[in-house]
Nanobody, 126 residues
Framework: QVQVVQSGGGMAQPGNSLTLTCAASGCSASGCAMGWFRRVPGKRREWVAGVSWNTGRTFYDISVKGRFTISRDNTKNAMSLHMDNLSIDDTAVYFC???????????????????WGQGTQVTVSA
C-alpha cells in the first residue's frame, strides 16, 4: 500500500525560498508518480506541479513555472519542491499526492492520485 509523508514548508518573506519534501513508500520498482497541490482557505484546491516517475518528466502550473522546481531521489521515491522567488500568492496549504502507477498523463488532475499527504502550511509574508 502506497503511503506518503511530507515535510518542510514554514514561513518566508517575498522573494525568498522554501523547500517541501515528500517521500512515498510501498511503490513498485518502477516508482510512484507524484504531484503537488495547494489550497487557500475559501478557494478550490489547485494543482502546482507533478512528476511522471517512469520518465522523470516534470510538469508545472503556469503560475509557478520558472520559480518552482521538482527534484527527485530515485532511491527513495522521494521528491522535493524547491520554491524560489516566493510571492504572497503562494501562501497556501500544500499537499503531496502519489499513485501506485509510475506514470501520470500530465500529472495535473487530482483524480490521477489516490494517496495524499497531510498537508503543510507555506506562508509568505513581509
Amino acid at each position: 500500500q502506497v503511503q506518503v509523508v511530507q515535510s518542510g514548508g514554514g514561513m518566508a518573506q517575498p522573494g525568498n525560498s522554501l523547500t517541501l519534501t515528500c517521500a512515498a513508500s510501498g511503490c513498485s520498482a518502477s516508482g510512484c508518480a507524484m504531484g503537488w497541490f495547494r489550497r487557500v482557505p475559501g478557494k478550490r484546491r489547485e494543482w502546482v506541479a507533478g512528476v511522471s516517475w517512469n520518465t522523470g518528466r516534470t510538469f508545472y502550473d503556469i503560475s509557478v513555472k520558472g520559480r518552482f522546481t521538482i527534484s527527485r531521489d530515485n532511491t527513495k521515491n522521494a521528491m522535493s519542491l524547491h520554491m524560489d522567488n516566493l510571492s504572497i500568492d503562494d501562501t497556501a496549504v500544500y499537499f503531496c499526492a502519489a499513485t501506485p502507477r509510475s506514470a501520470c498523463g500530465d500529472c495535473m488532475g487530482p483524480w490521477e492520485f489516490e494517496v495524499w499527504g497531510q498537508g503543510t502550511q507555506v506562508t509568505v509574508s513581509a
